[in-house]
């Protein structure tokens, strides 16, 4: 058996607790990431949902904002979701005026761009590589308004919510609150070098 691989999720704030617990019942092992130091022998990442002015802010204090945006362009595996998502963006409007993310997917997100009316919902998806519909929960999600070079793995009335590029994985909605796993299963195929490139 080859050893679990070892998955890194950021712990800044939001939904991190959730994607800790998901990533160990697929059989992970897993590591709350809190400063640089923490990224050290990772086989993946994910970038959790929450709020992703604040988890900038974050970063940027403990030092961890250059040494994710390094990781991830050398080729680190990593999922981002919701708030995740926005900070993989090339680039994001309805940002802060001096948003900064890692830019290393090549999508443009509308940050809150559901609307206030449907703030959150849920949505049966057609989710590429799974067999059977995965139950989406979108809560103040962000609109992709261009996936670039990143292919669509679902759509949501016609707008991409889940996409892949190369190592990188986003979703628009929250996987880790839905209690189907099967999406983090996906990534560790990915991280395992078994998803298609
Ligand atoms: N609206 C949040 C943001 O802009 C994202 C919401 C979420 O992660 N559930 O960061």
Redesign the pocket.
């Known amino acids: 058996m080859p050893a679990p691989p070892l998955i890194g999720v950021l712990a800044m704030q939001?939904a991190f607790r959730e994607h800790l617990r998901a990533l160990a019942s697929c059989g992970a092992e897993v590591r709350a990431i809190r400063d640089p130091a923490d990224l050290a022998g990772l086989d993946g990442l994910v970038i959790p949902?929450?709020?992703?002015?604040t988890m900038q802010i974050l970063l940027e204090r403990v030092g961890l904002m250059d040494a994710l945006r390094d990781a991830v362009r050398r080729g680190l595996p990593t999922l981002g979701t919701?708030?995740g998502m926005?900070l993989l963006a090339r680039d994001v409007t309805d940002g802060r005026e001096d948003h900064r993310g890692l830019e290393a997917l090549d999508i443009v997100v509308q940050?809150?761009g559901y609307g206030r009316q449907v703030d959150s919902f849920e949505a049966e998806l057609d989710v590429e590589g799974l067999d059977s519909r995965f139950p989406g929960v979108f809560?103040?999600?962000?609109v992709v308004l261009e996936a670039g070079s990143a292919e669509v793995l679902a759509e949501h009335e016609g707008r991409p919510v889940a996409l892949r590029q190369g190592r990188i994985m986003a979703l628009s909605f929250?996987p880790e609150l839905s209690g189907d796993l099967r999406l983090h299963g996906e990534f560790l195929k990915l991280v395992r070098g078994m998803g298609k490139s």
Not at 139 to 142: D, K, M
């Open positions: 939001g949902g929450g709020e992703s002015t919701c708030a926005i940050r809150n809560i103040r999600a962000p929250h």
